[in-house]
């Protein structure tokens, strides 16, 4: 059904929310490659045919980490990796967040920038969430890196899971937020290049402080079940 808009002028078709470019050509780097969650989202990339360059502070541990997930997985430094890279995921621990992007501001410019970072404090009772000056890691990210275009996804993903080479699918969904379609339709279709994986559409940035303290609830869930849950939205 057609409809007009004040003018009398035919509304455009709604566009397709699982109508997701090509990201097949782009080549993606994780921030933060040699660490448990930046290695396992490498190598379930680089698995599915995406070009994968992974970086560290350290060049020589990038390469080394590179050389140990094969499928073309290249290593550098976290500034080289990121001036060779389309789109940009930050997988670094969140006491170095701040401080990793505000050294990387001029070659993430202009970058589509992935956070995937989850602030979380521990003690004896368990994991609980930290709540940024920003709101979020997210949201830290977009005010360091004002020249950058920054989503948040990936964050409720088991390391173990994504760095078993003998587990073919990862059966989650991806949370994907931003603020322009454009930039999480990208993000959406990384993440469904992984086999098993689905990105769905969260929200914008300011909602992302809930997403990432998920990941509390989630290692309760884990400990008390002795497992490695991850997230499906239902009748999307």
Known sequence: MTTQDSSGAPKPPAKDPWDLPDVSGLTVGVLGGT?????????????????VVVGSRDAARAEAAAAELGHGVE??????????SDVVIVAVPWDGHAKTLESLREELAGKLVVDCVNPLGFDK????????????????????L??????????HLSAVLLQDESIEEIDTDVMVLGEARADTDIVQALAGRIAGMRGVFAGRLR??????????NLISVN???????????TDV
């Open 207 to 216: 909602n992302a402080h809930q997403v990432e303290s998920l990941v509390a």
């Open 35 to 51: 660490g448990p969650q930046g290695r396992g989202l490498a190598y379930r990339l680089a698995r599915a045919g995406q070009r």
């Open 223 to 233: 400990r008390r079940y002795k497992a490695h849950a991850g997230l499906r939205a």
């Open 75 to 84: 290593g550098a430094d976290n500034a080289e990796t990121a001036r060779r």
């Open 125 to 144: 009772k368990g994991a609980y969430a930290l709540k940024p000056e920003e709101g979020s890691a997210a949201e830290q990210a977009a005010a360091l």
């Open 146 to 155: 004002p020249d950058s275009r920054v989503t948040a996804a990936f964050h």
